[in-house]
C-alpha cells in the first residue's frame, strides 16, 4: 500500500519518536494528543518529554512542514493508535484511552485506511478497537465481518523501544505484526518498513498482543528473582550485589540487579493483563508481580530503620527534626517518566507517614507532578546532601552515581541500587 499521510494518535514517548521518524522518512503525520499544551509545544518545533536527539529530529519535521499536531483527528491514510492502557484498581485493564482515540478517529476513517493498535494490549483489545470502529462507521466493512475484502485493515504492532534508545530501536528492532487478515498483515508491514530496518516478522493480532505481554512479564519475573534474592540475603547479612556478581559467573547464570520494585508502563503494568484473562492459570506471573510490587513497602521499612538509627545518634532531635532526602523519582536512570514509578511510591509513601520534611532529587524535571507537590520540596543535589539527615537512593541517574561516598559524612542512608555500598543498606 502506498501511506502519503499518516496520523499517529497519542503523542507521549512512544507516539511522538514514531511520528517523527515517519517524518523524517518524507511523509506527511499528523499527530494527534488531547494535551494542548503538548501539541502547541510540538508545533513550535520543541518536545515535552526527555528523549536523547528526539528534540532535534522534531524540530526538523515541523520546519520541513511534514509533521504537525492537533487535538482533533483528520483524514489520513493509516492511523496508528499509541494511548497509555493502564489498569484498574483491581489490576483490571482499562481501555478507555483505546476506545475513545477509535471513536474519535471513526469519523474521518476512509475505504483502504489501515488502522493499528501499537498501544500495549491484552490478548482481544484489536478485535474490541475493531467492534467500535465498525459501530461507529456502519457504512464502512471490518475484517471481523468481511475478512479479506474489508474496506479498513486492522492489525495490532507493539512497540518494545527502550527509553533513552528510542530513535534508535525504532528503526533497528524486529516488529511483531499481527494482522486481523492476511492483507491487514500486508499493508502494516508496507507502512513499518517505512523506516524500520529489522525484520517485520507477521502473525496474528492476538499472538501479537501476547507476544509483547509476554516479553515484559518474562522480564518481570527475572526481576522479582533479584528482588526477592535481596530481601533474602538482608536478613542472611550477606552483600547481595557481591552475591549476584559471583552467581553470574556461571556461563548459563545471568541475574538481574534488584532495584526499589518495577515501574513504567510496561513491565509494572502488562502482567497483569495476562493475569486477568487467566487468573487461574497465571500464577507465576502473579506472584512475581506480588514480589516486585511489595518491594517499596520493604525499602520504606529500611528507611524508618534508618531514621530510628539516626535519632539514636542524636538523642536531642525528634521525628519532626529528622529531613529526609530521596534521590530519583523516576522509573528507570536517566529519563523523566515517572509513570508507575516505585521511587514515587516510596517518597509518597514517606511524605505521608514522616512528620519531618521530605526532599525530592529528581534533575530530569522541572517540577513535581500535581499530586506530589504538597506532600514533597523538589530540591537538587546539593541542598539534599547539605539538609539531609538520611539519604533514600531509589533511581542510580548518572548525577547520583557522581556522588562520592565521601559526600555522605556520617548520614544514615538506604542504597536500593547499590551505588556507594555495594547493596550495603541502611548501615
Known amino acids: 500500500m502506498n ?15 514514531t511520528a ?40 526538523a519535521a515541523v520546519t520541513d512542514g511534514y509533521l504537525k499536531a492537533t487535538t482533533s483527528p483528520k483524514p489520513a491514510d493509516a492511523f496508528l493508535i499509541a494511548v497509555p492502557t493502564p ?23 476512509r475505504k483502504g485506511n489501515l488502522v493499528v493498535l501499537e498501544s500495549t494490549s491484552p490478548v482481544g483489545a484489536t478485535e474490541q478497537m475493531a467492534k467500535w470502529l465498525q459501530e461507529a462507521r456502519r457504512d464502512l466493512t471490518f475484517p471481523q465481518t468481511h475478512g479479506e475484502a474489508s474496506d479498513i485493515r486492522i492489525a495490532h504492532c507493539p512497540e518494545r523501544v527502550l527509553p533513552g534508545h528510542v530513535l534508535r530501536e525504532l528503526v533497528s528492532n524486529d516488529r511483531v505484526i499481527g494482522g486481523m487478515t492476511p492483507k491487514c498483515s500486508e499493508a502494516a508491514c508496507d507502512l513499518y518498513k517505512i523506516f524500520v530496518d529489522g525484520e517485520c516478522i507477521v ?71 495476562i493475569v ?4 487461574d492459570e497465571a500464577r507465576l506471573i502473579r506472584t512475581a508481580r506480588e514480589v516486585n510490587d511489595s518491594k517499596p513497602h520493604w525499602v520504606i521499612d529500611k528507611a524508618k530503620v534508618a ?8 538523642p536531642s532531635k525528634t521525628m519532626k527534626d529528622v529531613t529526609i532526602a530521596c534521590l530519583g523519582l523516576a522509573f528507570k536512570p536517566d529519563i523523566d517518566d515517572l509513570r508507575e514509578s516505585p521511587a514515587v511510591e516510596i517518597c509518597r509513601e514517606l511524605a505521608g507517614q514522616h512528620p519531618g520534611t521530605v526532599l525530592a532529587v529528581e534533575p530530569n524535571v522541572d517540577e513535581l507532578p500535581p499530586k506530589l507537590r504538597e506532600s514533597l520540596t523538589l530540591a537538587d543535589i546539593e541542598t539534599a546532601l547539605q539538609k539531609a539527615d538520611v539519604i533514600v537512593l531509589l533511581v542510580d541517574h548518572k ?21 556507594w555500598t555495594s547493596g550495603v543498606v541502611a548501615r
Request: with cysteine; glycine share 6%; net charge negative.
Open 203 to 273: 502473525t496474528d493480532a492476538r499472538t501479537a498482543e501476547m507476544c509483547k505481554l509476554t516479553e515484559n512479564s518474562f522480564r518481570d519475573v527475572n526481576i522479582a528473582f533479584a528482588n526477592e534474592l535481596s530481601i533474602i540475603c538482608e536478613k542472611l547479612d550477606i552483600n547481595v550485589w557481591e552475591l549476584i556478581r559471583l552467581a553470574n559467573r556461571h556461563p548459563r547464570v545471568n541475574i538481574l540487579q534488584p532495584g526499589p520494585g518495577v515501574g513504567g508502563h510496561c513491565i509494572a503494568v502488562d502482567p497483569w493483563f
Open 20 to 59: 517523527a521518524v515517519f517524518a523524517s522518512r518524507k511523509k506527511k503525520v499528523v499527530g494527534v494528543d488531547v494535551n494542548e499544551g503538548a501539541v502547541n509545544t510540538i508545533n513550535r518545533g520543541e518536545i515535552h518529554i526527555v528523549e536523547p536527539d528526539l528534540d532535534i529530529v522534531v524540530r
Open 87 to 109: 489498569f484498574k484498581d483491581d489490576h483490571q485493564p482499562d481501555l478507555a484511552y483505546i476506545e475513545a482515540a477509535s471513536k474519535a478517529i471513526a469519523p474521518v476513517l
Open 307 to 314: 531514621i530510628s538509627e539516626h535519632l539514636q545518634s542524636n
Open 399 to 419: 548525577q547520583f552515581k557522581a556522588i562520592p561516598k565521601s559526600a555522605l559524612g556520617d548520614r544514615k542512608f538506604v542504597d536500593t541500587r547499590g551505588v
Open 276 to 279: 486477568s484473562t487467566t487468573p
Open 3 to 17: 501511506f502519503e499521510t499518516i496520523s499517529v494518535i497519542g503523542l507521549g514517548y512512544i507516539g511522538l519518536p
